[in-house]
């Protein structure tokens, strides 16, 4: 049976997507299986699916403000959002500039005191991608350079960021504003 796509198969003409990718390969490490503590690298249809995540329009938007990844199991999905979510938290996700000269024809900037969250319907459903984030950032310089104080459930960055866990019941997540949101399962 063949897979129906309903993602666009080419590249954006604007996207943050080359610059998100980079930095995942500079900061992140795979956080486990035989390639443990290598550079973090995506798959072509994960490449895909991140320059289309962050794609921007003529006017310096986004060209989507959600989406959703749904893939057979084993795919890959917590990795990636995994790696979105560090992503948020510290890379450079927001349109700052349009730049010709850079794959892409977008300059990012990181968001100042991101606030990050990972949604399960209950908490323990968020477990499998909260260990994919901190298997990412084990031995890895992002925990210097943005001094990040990592915990078992929920990361803090110098400048007042944080990526957390939550459940996604309505009640919980009331008044909540963050930078970013990745349910999972919800």
């Known amino acids: 049976m063949q897979a129906l796509l309903t993602l666009p198969q080419d590249e954006p003409e604007f996207t943050l997507g080359w610059g998100v990718l980079e930095w995942c390969s500079t900061y992140l490490r795979q956080p486990d299986g035989p390639d443990a503590g290598t550079p973090w690298r995506f798959t072509r249809e994960q490449v895909l699916f991140v320059l289309q995540w962050y794609a921007i329009t003529p006017q310096g938007r986004f060209a989507f403000n959600r989406g959703v990844l749904r893939r057979s199991k084993g795919w890959g999905k917590s990795p990636v959002i995994a790696s979105l979510a560090l992503a948020e938290l ?53 925990l210097a350079e943005y001094g990040l ?38």
């Not at 960055?157 to 970013?180: D, K, Q, V």
């Open 149 to 186: 104080d990592v915990g078992l459930t929920r990361i803090y960055t110098a400048n007042g960021g944080r990526l957390e866990p939550i459940t996604a019941s309505a009640p919980s997540a009331e008044g909540a504003r963050p930078t970013a949101a990745f349910p999972d399962e919800t």
């Open 90 to 142: 510290c890379g450079p996700v927001r349109f700052d500039r349009f730049n010709p000269d850079v794959p892409g024809g977008v300059i990012g900037r990181p968001v100042s005191a991101a606030w990050v969250q990972l949604a399960g319907v209950s908490e323990k459903q968020t477990i499998n991608t909260m260990s994919m984030v901190t298997g990412m950032v084990a031995e890895s310089p992002i």
